[in-house]
């Protein structure tokens, strides 16, 4: 494989390298009680910006300015083990929840499968919209990237990497490593992530003006959605569970099963086994 052409996330690498043989049947995502009733009133997840979350320094790319803003992404975690730190800073300082899902959560349920460039992909039963300022082109799409696991690492070679080639008159643009790798000091996190990009994987263009000056111009033709909202399948929040953190009191408890009793019947809750004043 020519890494600098083809990217370096893999089935290979996923499987070989960093070390796992499967998808997570289930996801979990540290947050709010406010979130999760906004979650399960709209029966949907946000997908935000990259450039607007807590990690200035993802999704760069050496060769596109702003990148990060062409890349929509929901973070999740995996396994049943809670983690403190997850709960600190992500789950309202212990007193929010854990919410955990099937990873075939969206509209449709369709089973994400592992492919041989970029890892796992699905689709969604819907239309999502992203808006450029005029003339660059805007993008609709049903396509999922993920759930993938983040690779963190300082190492060059997977930082701040070209994402268009150029060759005999075509400009071809292979993203899919951006977004896919963040430092090794956010490793703590077992990051999952599932990625909506505002442009097509593995393009290619005519190498001319309108592909240089305005298609691959963020700055001057920037990305004017800030987030999308991704509908979740009905059956999918019949196998929710949620966690109760474990600052959180009687009355945060009462809040949340109105909230399930309201929107989520099936669901499941629990408080979190972690022990803390």
Same mark, same amino acid.
């Given at each position: 494989?020519?890494?600098?052409?083809?990217?370096?996330?893999?089935?290979?690498?996923?499987?070989?390298?960093?070390?796992?043989?499967?998808?997570?049947?289930?996801?979990?995502?540290?947050?709010?009680?406010?979130?999760?009733?906004?979650?399960?009133?709209?029966?949907?997840?946000?997908?935000?910006?990259?450039?607007?979350?807590?990690?200035?320094?993802?999704?760069?790319?050496?060769?596109?300015?702003?990148?990060?803003?062409?890349?929509?992404?929901?973070?999740?975690?995996?396994?049943?083990?809670?983690?403190?730190?997850?709960? @600190?800073? /992500?789950?309202?300082?212990? !007193?929010?929840? =854990?919410? +955990?899902?099937?990873?075939?959560? #969206?509209?449709?349920?369709?089973?994400?499968?592992?492919?041989?460039?970029?890892?796992?992909?699905?689709?969604?039963?819907?239309?999502?919209?992203?808006?450029?300022?005029?003339?660059?082109?805007?993008?609709?799409?049903?396509?999922?990237?993920?759930?993938?696991?983040?690779?963190?690492?300082?190492?060059?070679?997977?930082?701040?990497?070209?994402?268009?080639?150029?060759?005999?008159?075509?400009?071809?643009?292979?993203?899919?490593?951006?977004?896919?790798?963040? @430092?090794? /000091?956010?490793?703590?996190? !077992?990051?999952? =992530?599932? +990625?909506?990009?505002?442009?097509? #994987?593995?393009?290619?263009?005519?190498?001319?003006?309108?592909?240089?000056?305005?298609?691959?111009?963020?700055?001057?033709?920037?990305?004017?959605?800030?987030?999308?909202?991704?509908?979740?399948?009905?059956?999918?929040?019949?196998?929710?569970?949620?966690?109760?953190?474990?600052?959180?009191?009687?009355?945060?408890?009462?809040?949340?099963?109105?909230?399930?009793?309201?929107?989520?019947?099936?669901?499941?809750?629990?408080?979190?086994?972690?022990?803390?004043?």
């Amino acid at each position: 494989m020519n890494i600098a052409w083809e990217g370096f996330y893999t089935d290979d690498f996923m499987f070989d390298t960093m070390g796992f043989k499967e998808l997570p049947a289930k996801l979990c995502q540290y947050t709010s009680i406010e979130s999760l009733e906004k979650i399960l009133a709209s029966r949907s997840l946000r997908f935000s910006r990259l450039d607007q979350m807590n990690d200035p320094e993802e999704a760069t790319a050496a060769d596109v300015p702003l990148a990060a803003s062409s890349v929509f992404v929901s973070c999740w975690s995996a396994g049943d083990v809670e983690h403190i730190p997850m709960w @600190s800073m /992500y789950g309202r300082n212990f !007193e929010g929840v =854990r919410i +955990k899902l099937p990873s075939n959560m #969206f509209a449709g349920r369709e089973s994400p499968m592992v492919f041989e460039k970029g890892g796992a992909i699905g689709s969604f039963a819907g239309q999502y919209s992203i808006v450029r300022k005029a003339p660059a082109m805007s993008t609709s799409g049903c396509a999922i990237i993920g759930p993938n696991k983040i690779w963190y690492s300082d190492d060059p070679i997977y930082r701040n990497r070209n994402l268009v080639f150029r060759e005999r008159g075509t400009a071809y643009f292979n993203p899919y490593d951006l977004g896919m790798v963040k @430092s090794t /000091y956010w490793a703590y996190e !077992e990051e999952w =992530r599932f +990625k909506i990009a505002a442009l097509a #994987f593995e393009s290619h263009f005519p190498d001319d003006q309108y592909v240089n000056e305005v298609t691959l111009d963020l700055v001057g033709y920037p990305v004017e959605t800030n987030a999308l909202f991704i509908p979740l399948d009905h059956s999918a929040l019949d196998e929710l569970e949620v966690t109760l953190g474990p600052r959180t009191n009687a009355e945060a408890m009462k809040a949340v099963e109105l909230i399930l009793e309201k929107y989520a019947p099936r669901a499941t809750l629990t408080r979190s086994y972690i022990p803390i004043r």
